[in-house]
């Protein structure tokens, strides 16, 4: 994998789980405006985990550990977004 395809790839992660909201107006969850400290804070994890994986899978490491984080992670978010 070369140095623009991950560049590419991580700009994208960014973009569905941090900057953009379309896909949550789409779906009706939230909007940035509407989230709370707490929620956005998971989504930053989230892309460091993503970005963390993609690492560890370039190193052909083990991912099991990060992909259980992003599991928790992606728990709490729906929680949050059911209790707003």
């Not at 509407?34 to 993609?54: F, G, Q, T, Y």
């Not at 709490?76 to 209790?83: A, D, L, N, P, V």
């Amino acid at each position: 994998m070369d140095k623009q395809y991950l560049r590419e790839k991580l700009d994208a992660m960014r973009q569905n789980f941090v900057e953009s909201t379309h896909h949550e107006r789409a779906v009706g969850v939230l909007d940035q405006a509407h989230m709370s400290k707490k929620m956005l804070k998971i989504k930053k994890r989230l892309v460091a985990l993503e970005m963390e994986r993609c690492q560890r899978k370039i190193e052909h490491k083990d991912c099991s550990k990060i992909d259980q984080k992003i599991k928790e992670q992606k728990e709490i978010f729906e929680s949050c977004c059911k209790k707003d």
